[in-house]
Nanobody, 124 residues
Framework: QVHLVESGGGSVQAGGSLRLSCAVS????????MAWFRQAPGEEREGVAV???????TYEDSVKGRFTISQDNAKNTLYLQMNSLKPEDTGMYYC??????????????????WGQGTQVTVSP
């Protein structure tokens, strides 16, 4: 089974930066989607960014230009570089993966395997 473990969360002031990591172990599909989601208290889990096996990326509008999703296949690690953080970026961040079916849509129902989450708190 594929296992995902997030790390790198913490507390930061608005305008600061964090880099989240997602360590991947176990077998993975040859064609896949890997994504970052976040969930604020009382809200639905929403997609932040997704990357596929070819390196193609898609971002949620509110993070475009500030966040960068990447993968280091040699280290079996997914990253989310977060710059210019805003208080509204606060939430629990999860990494997720699943088989790619034509296109990597950022929707929680399309991902079968999830990490445990890492908390990101941005103070004003």
């Amino acid at each position: 089974q594929v296992h995902l473990v997030e790390s790198g969360g913490g507390s930061v002031q608005a305008g600061g930066s964090l880099r989240l990591s997602c360590a991947v172990s176990g077998p993975i599909y040859s064609t896949y989607c890997m994504a970052w989601f976040r969930q604020a208290p009382g809200e639905e889990r929403e997609g932040v960014a997704v990357i596929d096996n070819d390196g193609s990326t898609t971002y949620e509008d509110s993070v475009k230009g500030r966040f960068t999703i990447s993968q280091d296949n040699a280290k079996n690690t997914l990253y989310l570089q977060m710059n210019s953080l805003k208080p509204e970026d606060t939430g629990m961040y999860y990494c997720a993966t699943d088989r790619k079916s034509g296109y990597c849509y950022i929707h929680r129902l399309l991902f079968n395997t999830w990490g445990q989450g890492t908390q990101v708190t941005v103070s004003p």
